[in-house]
């Protein structure tokens, strides 16, 4: 038994897979695999599949795999970058909602001169600057 199976794992190998197998049974009922049909006995021709072709390895950052981690590389790069922003742009109006809140006398640059906000205005601009930090800031 021990034959037969080594015989066959041998006759199925890849590397010998390009030689032609024969089967056939004995005098006592055991098939047997060989490489030469035996001598005065009846012998089939076995099929074996070919191997699939070995892929070539991947080289490192080709492939899909390499094109997906440039591409998440990417987007965390263009995260990132909008966290910074918005991060810079909540800070600034914090800062800007602070002078209006705290200064009551505040000016503001209008074709090059200098124009003094009334309570009015200064009012609205403090409900523009708390909805901008509400919907942008966490």
Known sequence: MRTLLLTLLIGLSPWCSA??????VDA???THFGAQPPQGQPATSVQTPSPPPAKP???PGSGTLGDQKAIDGNVKKQVAEQ?????????????NLAQLQNNPRLREEVEGKLRRLDDGQRQERIVEAQKQIAENCS
Not at 19 to 24: E, G, S
Request: include cysteine.
């Open 57 to 59: 390895a991947p080289m």
């Open 83 to 95: 966290q910074a922003q918005l991060k810079a742009f909540c800070e600034q109006a914090r800062t």
């Open 28 to 30: 006592q009922g055991v």
């Open 19 to 24: 030689a032609q197998i024969y089967k056939w």
